[in-house]
Every structure is written in structure tokens, then in C-alpha cells.
Nanobody, 126 residues
Framework: HVQLVESGGGSVQAGGSLRLSCAPS????????VAWFRQAPGKDREFVAG????????AYADAVKDRLIISKDNVKKTVNLQMDSLKPDDTAVYYC???????????????????WGQGTQVTVSS
């Protein structure tokens, strides 16, 4: 029984910051790819950032590169997303996702992740 629980969402003004966290349970996270996706109203769910827990590389959507940083906490076993210089276009529900690694690269497709959190709302006002 796998669960991913997101936290840290909220409302900020443009230029502000938020820190999202994802707490997985029921899965050996060290063997997984982990990622953040987001979905805005009327839009498809899109890949935001991803990493292999036990790897060294990360991947980002062009729209968030250099503003949003994915990281892990080896003690708390959480996946984090530090969000800086937020823009109104960042407004969305953010989802944590994970799957046992199946390739050497970081997958970006929604259908390639087995486990999902319920999401946390991020709202950025202008």
C-alpha cells in the first residue's frame, strides 16, 4: 500500500516562494524515480521536475528551470520542491509522483508514474 502525501501549498504574490514536500510511504523510495507534476484548470497535467532518488541528475521543465528546485531529504525521506520567483503561470495543483526506476533516464510522462499524491494547491497572484 503506497501513499504519497504532499504539503506546503498556499497562496503567494508573484515573486514569492513556497516549499512543497512529499512524504512517501509503503515503497522503497531509494529505488524510485520521483517527480513533481502540476495541473492548471483547463490544461493537461505537466511534468515539472524529477530525479532519481539514488542518482545525481535532475530534470526540469523549461518553464521552471532555475526557479524551482527538486531535492530529497535522506533523513526525513521526503521529496521537496523549493519554489522561488513564482509567477502567476505557476498556479496549479502540484502532485508528487513516484515509480520504481525502469530506465537510466528520468521519465517525464504522466502515465509512466505508478504512485501519486492527492495534490496541493499553489496560487500565485500578480
Amino acid at each position: 500500500h503506497v501513499q504519497l502525501v504532499e504539503s506546503g501549498g498556499g497562496s503567494v504574490q508573484a515573486g514569492g516562494s513556497l516549499r512543497l514536500s512529499c512524504a512517501p510511504s509503503g515503497v522503497m523510495i531509494s529505488t524510485c524515480d520521483v517527480a513533481w507534476f502540476r495541473q492548471a484548470p483547463g490544461k493537461d497535467r505537466e511534468f515539472v521536475a524529477g530525479m532519481k532518488w539514488s542518482g545525481v541528475t535532475t530534470a526540469y521543465a523549461d518553464a521552471v528551470k532555475d526557479r524551482l528546485i527538486i531535492s530529497k531529504d535522506n533523513v526525513k525521506k521526503t521529496v521537496n520542491l523549493q519554489m522561488d520567483s513564482l509567477k502567476p503561470d505557476d498556479t496549479a495543483v502540484y502532485y508528487c509522483a513516484a515509480n520504481p526506476s525502469r530506465s537510466s533516464y528520468i521519465v517525464r510522462g504522466e502515465d509512466e508514474y505508478d504512485y501519486w499524491g492527492q495534490g496541493t494547491q499553489v496560487t500565485v497572484s500578480s
